[in-house]
């Protein structure tokens, strides 16, 4: 409420006004009615604001955050950043989308306090498609599918925390996918009726993969999808934006010189044991003819996580199976096996 100092000036005029209003005559009264009524209306709005306008307060304001944030590995594409409230609710506090990222500072929009700044590099996705992103828990329901990603930007995720006040993060961004690797083949059928012979029309491929995976991982050990089930199929290939990612066919023939063929698929994690209906191990194959006829050498690969490389020499010793889904045994294929860290690549930094 408004004191009285304030109001009581206006009901004075207000009140003398209509006084005035009884002595005048009704004819002149009616002539004038409307100018009077837009007089009165007027002063009467006059009569309920104060002469003097209580001090302005000023409106609640928030300074952004504004911290620099060193983002590694990244390579160049649409940046989509996240920032979530680091409470109970962690509700979607800001949102901002970055086209063509290529490094340097950003600037994200956020209230002060605790917050989880969470990125998606070249996720593919318009940004219609992150509407329902209201909370950090909304991210587990976002899925990706495997044929539409690209090589030369592949979809990475990162996140990290700030307290408020907090002067400067560092987030990593890893691929959702993996990397298998064939980095040296060769075949060398000494002593077998196939001595000296060569492996031809060679081809490489995975099967059993993959091909959809959640923004924050999987909560299931089996694939949600799965193409190449089995074996290679050419309906799954058309699909992909880039076929290479499953699938290769070498230039030349195997013999026992050896083969660097650059070989590089990528796929999704597969945490599967291998023994479960519907969830078999991801392989990779590697199909080619002896003397015309098709063999096929299929390796399982056991516990398939992101941002991991998996590479492989390869010493063919035998001729491999007629079915592309039944594992060759160890002793027909000598295989040296790693698991390496993802390629590093350039830190590019952010600021908030």
């Not at 989509?80 to 409230?85: A, C, N, Q």
């Amino acid at each position: 409420m408004f004191s009285n100092h304030h109001t009581r000036p206006h009901r004075n005029r207000f009140s003398c006004l209509l006084s005035y209003l009884h002595t005048l005559p009704h004819h002149v009264l009616w002539n004038t009615f409307p100018r009077i009524r837009a007089f009165t209306i007027v002063l009467f709005l006059t009569a309920c604001c104060p002469d003097v306008l209580p001090e302005a307060v000023p409106l609640q304001t928030h300074k952004s955050a504004s911290l620099p944030i060193t983002i590694s590995p990244a390579e160049g594409g649409t940046l989509d950043i996240f920032t979530f409230r680091d409470d109970r609710l962690r509700r979607l506090d800001s949102y901002q989308r970055i086209e063509g990222f290529t490094g340097g500072s950003a600037y994200a929009e956020s209230t002060s306090g605790d917050r989880i700044f969470f990125f998606c590099l070249s996720s593919h996705k318009d940004t219609y498609q992150w509407a329902q992103m209201n909370s950090y828990f909304s991210l587990g329901k976002v899925r990706f599918d495997l044929e539409e990603e690209n090589r030369e930007c592949l979809t990475q995720t990162g996140e990290c925390r700030s307290v408020a006040g907090e002067s400067g993060l560092e987030a990593t961004l890893k691929p959702l996918v993996a990397s298998v690797c064939i980095d040296r083949i060769s075949c060398d059928f000494s002593g077998t009726p196939y001595a000296g012979k060569p492996i031809t029309d060679v081809r490489a491929y995975l099967t059993n993969v993959n091909a959809t995976y959640g923004l924050t991982g999987s909560k299931s050990d089996s694939p949600e999808r799965i193409i190449n089930q089995g074996m290679l199929s050419r309906n799954d290939l058309k699909a992909f934006q880039h076929p290479d990612i499953v699938f290769a066919e070498l230039t030349e023939r195997l013999g026992s010189s050896t083969l660097r063929p650059e070989v590089d698929f990528l796929c999704f994690p597969n945490a599967s044991n291998g023994t479960s209906i519907g969830a078999p191990y991801t392989r990779l194959v590697i199909e080619g003819k002896i003397d015309g006829i098709i063999y096929y050498w299929p390796i399982s690969i056991k516990g398939i996580e992101r941002s991991c490389r998996y590479s492989y020499d390869i010493l063919i010793r035998r001729k491999g199976t007629s079915d592309p889904d039944i594992p060759i045994e160890l002793e027909e294929c000598e295989i040296q096996f790693d698991i390496k860290p993802w390629k590093e690549k350039e830190g590019y930094g952010v600021h908030f």
